[in-house]
């Protein structure tokens, strides 16, 4: 039987994040990173809130237990229905970064 991850979901920073075309005419934000042990990563849109930037969180959850081992990752989300008027606000665990409205 396999133990567990007692390790709960949890913001995480990222090392670079970047809009790129997507096929249906809109954008997609696609975000890289590095997690200390072997991570799934999801973007989650916030709320709208009628804020003039729409919040997209980086989301994290352990998948094993083990050593701790650098384990890349990519997370993206296709932004065509989240943007607010000023576009959109990456959040991370200790940073923020505003995308402009496409």
């Known amino acids: 039987m396999a133990k567990q991850s007692t390790m709960k ?3 995480l920073d990222w090392v670079t994040a970047e809009l790129h075309p997507a096929f249906d005419g809109g954008f997609k934000l696609v975000v890289e990173g590095i997690a200390p042990v072997p991570t799934k990563v999801r973007l989650e849109s916030l709320p709208d809130t009628g804020e003039a930037r729409r919040g997209i969180e980086v989301i994290g ?3 094993g237990i083990g050593e701790q081992v650098a384990t890349p990752w990519v997370a ?3 932004t065509r229905h989240l943007n607010g008027p000023d576009g959109l606000e ?3 665990l200790s940073e923020r970064r505003a995308f402009p409205a496409r």
Do not use: K
Request: hydrophobic share 35%; glycine share 8%; charged share 25%.
């Open 9 to 11: 979901e949890q913001r």
């Open 76 to 78: 993206e989300i296709a």
């Open 61 to 63: 959850h352990p998948t």
């Open 90 to 92: 990456l959040i991370g």
